[in-house]
């Protein structure tokens, strides 16, 4: 099964879709019969969700989102069940929130907007509850930052201003405090740019131009020091519901 997976991401990083797909599905038969032959060997069952991830991983590149959502929905249906029979095991529990953000993008890119921020906000509160278990761990933050942005952009396709300034505040000051921690790191200070243009896109949105003002120019002082380019502003110049 390893070396069936192995050369589907080799297939897939040459954007051989249809290929890396096939060897996917044969490692997923497989993961299948030994979990039906050992059920309670629940490593088995949390391999049938990994290659059911990644099935719908390549169906998502593939632009196949019916089929995406069917292979991450029946990933989501395992890992549930898996962090149901064992709350104290947080990989578990981090398995369920990546299969929510999984969904939810999906729903997103699909439109269905109400499904989308149901399922982020459900990631958001597995990923909050991680974070209280152990708040030293610097990751559980950082995931909740990128999930609250998440929330934030549906928020803002549904034309709820405020809801998604607060999720934008949130995970502004999360990522301030971790570039804090590290401020040499390039990619939190880049997580910051954008995070800020998208604020000032929703105060831009909302008439508050100086604020608006104030959140790109601390982006551009923020690249410039980075010396990368500018990251586009989510929506600049656009209505509220193009923004997503």
Request: hydrophobic share 40%.
């Amino acid at each position: 099964m390893q070396a069936l997976n192995t050369l589907g991401h080799l297939l897939l990083a040459r954007r051989d879709f249809a290929g890396a797909l096939s060897l996917y599905r044969e490692a997923l038969d497989h993961t299948r019969q030994l979990a039906a032959r050992d059920p309670e060997n629940l490593g088995w069952l949390r391999d049938v969700s990994w290659n059911l991830g990644t099935i719908g991983a390549v169906h998502e590149a593939q632009g196949d989102l019916a089929s995406a959502l069917a292979a991450y929905d029946e990933c989501l249906s395992l890992r549930r069940a898996l962090a149901a029979s064992n709350p104290d095991n947080s990989g578990w529990q981090c398995d369920v929130s990546f299969s929510l953000e999984c969904v939810g993008r999906v729903l997103e890119m699909q439109c269905e907007l109400s499904g989308a921020l149901a399922a982020y906000r459900a990631s958001v509160d597995v990923r909050r509850a991680l974070c209280t278990r152990d708040p030293a761990n610097l990751g559980y933050r950082r995931d909740i930052s990128f999930s609250l942005v998440q929330l934030g952009d549906v928020l803002l396709a549904q034309d709820e201003l405020a809801g998604a300034l607060d999720a934008y505040r949130e995970s502004l000051n999360i990522r301030r405090s971790l570039a804090e921690r590290d401020p040499g790191h390039p990619g939190l200070g880049r997580e910051l740019c954008v995070i800020l243009n998208k604020l000032g896109d929703v105060h831009a949105a909302r008439g508050y131009i100086a604020d608006a003002h104030a959140a790109y120019g601390e982006s551009r002082d923020i690249s410039g020091r980075l010396g990368h380019p500018i990251p586009p502003r989510t929506g600049a110049g656009n209505t509220p519901a193009a923004a997503s």
